[in-house]
């Protein structure tokens, strides 16, 4: 089982990738060895228990404070709709210091907002403001206990791994599966429909 939503990505036109995901990712618990905004490990959460292992600080103060204190991260985002214009401009521009609490709004409006997966630098778009607080609402009744949001730590490979649009170069480890728009030809293609899906 799964959740037809995700975090901050938009994954309505993916329902074969994520339905072949469930039901190959037969175990209870799994990592994201480069975790960025989750679109797919996110909707897997709803029965399974994720390490989220980040690499961009930003990404890893608007999971934890997810994680951590949902229902008030939330409140502070819905603040911010509707999104326009000045708030991505400042979201994305600001040079001054704002503590890990503001930051994990402001990156979840970038992300939000920014077309693709797994970005916060746009290019960007105004979403319908009743579609914006659907969203949060769907947010505010999904379970957030089971992803737990690591920073720039190592965990042996002792479970199923998931790979989520990885970069030029990276190298998989054993025991996992990648989800990308991009060809890999030294894994082997698991499921392709709008997306490939390979398995190491």
């Given at each position: 089982?799964?959740h037809?939503y995700s975090?901050?990505d938009?994954?309505s036109?993916?329902?074969?990738?994520l339905?072949?995901?469930?039901?190959?990712?037969t175990c209870?618990?799994?990592?994201?060895?480069n975790?960025?905004?989750m679109?797919?490990s996110?909707p897997?959460s709803?029965t399974?228990?994720v390490s989220?292992l980040?690499?961009?600080?930003?990404?890893?103060f608007m999971?934890a404070a997810?994680?951590?204190?949902?229902?008030?991260?939330?409140k502070?985002?819905?603040?911010y709709?509707?999104?326009?214009n000045?708030?991505?401009?400042?979201?994305?521009?600001?040079?001054?210091?704002v503590?890990?609490?503001q930051?994990?709004h402001l990156q979840?409006?970038?992300?939000?907002t920014?077309?693709?997966?797994?970005?916060?630098?746009?290019?960007f778009?105004?979403?319908?403001?009743s579609l914006?607080?659907?969203h949060i609402s769907?947010l505010?009744?999904?379970r957030?206990?089971n992803?737990?949001a690591?920073?720039e730590?190592?965990?042996?490979?002792?479970?199923i791994?998931?790979?989520e649009f990885?970069?030029?170069?990276?190298?998989?480890?054993?025991?996992?599966?990648i989800i990308?728009d991009k060809?890999?030809?030294?894994y082997d293609?698991?499921f392709?429909?709008?997306?490939k899906?390979?398995g190491?």
């Open positions: 089982m799964y037809k975090f901050c938009d994954i036109d993916y329902n074969n990738e339905a072949f995901l469930d039901k190959a990712m209870k618990n799994f990592v994201v060895r975790a960025t905004t679109p797919f996110f897997l709803k399974r228990k989220a980040f690499s961009n600080i930003n990404n890893y999971f997810w994680e951590t204190e949902k229902d008030r991260f939330l502070y985002v819905s603040k709709i509707p999104f326009d000045n708030l991505f401009n400042f979201a994305l521009h600001n040079t001054l210091d503590s890990p609490w930051q994990s979840f409006v970038l992300c939000y920014s077309q693709g997966f797994c970005r916060f630098d746009g290019p778009v105004e979403p319908d403001e914006t607080r659907k769907k505010m009744a999904t957030n206990k992803i737990t690591e920073y730590i190592e965990i042996p490979n002792e479970s791994n998931l790979y990885p970069l030029k170069g990276q190298e998989f480890l054993s025991n996992s599966f990308t060809r890999l030809d030294d293609l698991l392709e429909d709008k997306l899906i390979y190491v």
